[in-house]
């Protein structure tokens, strides 16, 4: 156990899915090991493109929470928090939005494309706390002086934003931040069941962590597959079927052979999609165990947040103090 620190989270929006699953879950519990890690459920930033809809931040704290101990986040280990019960880290933000101008956060990519999905919430202006989350998720960064980040690709430029925040503050006031590091890992983005680029909740392409056997039997029977395969015995091309691709998540020890009979017409698809339903359950298994373990105990996994969160505020109001000190705020120390 080296002593930095890791941080990372989610937005408490629904709940996770396998692309979260294979995109950054399985990096975080593997690291918890090596770093004193910090997850956080980031309802305020959930809040930024869900403001009218308080209820559905709320339902999803637990859920998130679930989701993570269910993958394996050891709460002995790891510290699970709440975003929006550490006060500090809504004022680092204030801090830092002095630090980022309004174009560089326009120009951000995540941002951007973020913007462009959420024209009908945003209409033709978006507000200022939208703009503004990647300041706010600087602040949830450097607040626990994390220096390495383990995300997904899409959070790549959040992570750029939050180094080139440090580097400015720390050229003003001196040097008192961490640089913060993405870890990627071997990570990659998980294409949804109808071959979109993205897997994700609001293009109804996902399977969830939590699904029952028959929604992952019915999401996966729809997924797509070769349209130009009619008959059983068409050779198929599994480089345009998305449960060859799936195959190759959760199936490798299977997936020469499903790729070489699918090719040489000797597999039809729908014997292929169970093989991939059973293997899918399989791998799902241990983890909806222990989901359902933390379902029927809602008193423990209140704890295990309530506590995880006065643990982190203990760290951010250390850094705060910092802070304080190197922006000349420390009036009454
Ligand atoms: N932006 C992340 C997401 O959309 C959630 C998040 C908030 C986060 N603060 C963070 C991730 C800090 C890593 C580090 O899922």
């Given amino acids: 156990m080296n002593n930095k620190r890791m941080l990372t989270g989610d937005r408490p929006t629904g709940k996770l899915h396998i692309g979260h699953y294979f995109g950054s879950l399985q990096n975080r519990v593997k690291l ?7 997850i956080l459920v980031a309802d305020v930033q959930a809040l930024t493109d869900n403001f009218n809809n308080p209820e559905k931040v709320k339902q999803n704290v637990k859920e998130i929470v679930m989701d993570n101990l269910a993958v394996g986040i050891n709460p002995e280990k790891s510290t699970i928090y709440l975003q929006s019960m550490i006060p500090e880290v809504a004022e680092l933000t204030v801090f830092y939005s002095n630090l980022v101008t309004v174009s560089r956060l326009q120009r951000n990519p995540t941002v951007k494309t973020e913007i462009a999905q959420k024209r009908e919430l945003f209409g033709e202006s978006v507000t200022y706390g939208f703009l503004g989350y990647p300041v706010n998720q600087a602040a949830d960064i450097t607040a626990f002086e994390a220096s390495i980040v383990p995300v997904g690709e899409d959070q790549l430029p959040l992570i750029e934003q939050t180094r080139e925040i ?56 729809s997924a797509v597959t070769d349209p130009a395969r009619i008959k059983k015995d068409d050779p198929g091309n599994p480089d345009i079927c998305m449960v060859a691709y799936y195959h190759n998540l959760f199936s490798k020890s299977e997936i020469k052979n499903i790729c070489e009979e699918c090719k040489a017409g000797k597999r039809g698809c729908v014997a292929c999609k169970k093989q991939l339903i059973k293997n899918i359950l399989k791998e799902l298994q241990p983890i909806q165990e222990k989901r359902r373990y933390y379902e029927q105990r809602p008193e423990l996994v209140k704890e295990i947040l ?9 760290i951010t109001k250390q850094t705060m103090e910092k802070v304080k000190k190197a922006m000349k705020l420390d009036y009454f120390a």
């Fill in 32 to 38: 918890q090991d090596e770093y004193e890690t910090y």
């Fill in 166 to 221: 440090v580097r400015k503050f720390n050229s003003i006031y001196g040097d008192t931040l961490i640089e913060p590091e993405a870890y990627l890992g071997e990570n990659k983005r998980i294409k949804g069941l109808d071959g979109n680029e993205k897997m994700g909740k609001s293009l109804g392409n996902a399977i969830y962590l939590a699904d029952s056997e028959d929604e992952i039997s019915r999401k996966v029977m």
């Fill in 306 to 314: 309530m506590e995880g969160t006065k643990n982190a505020r203990k």
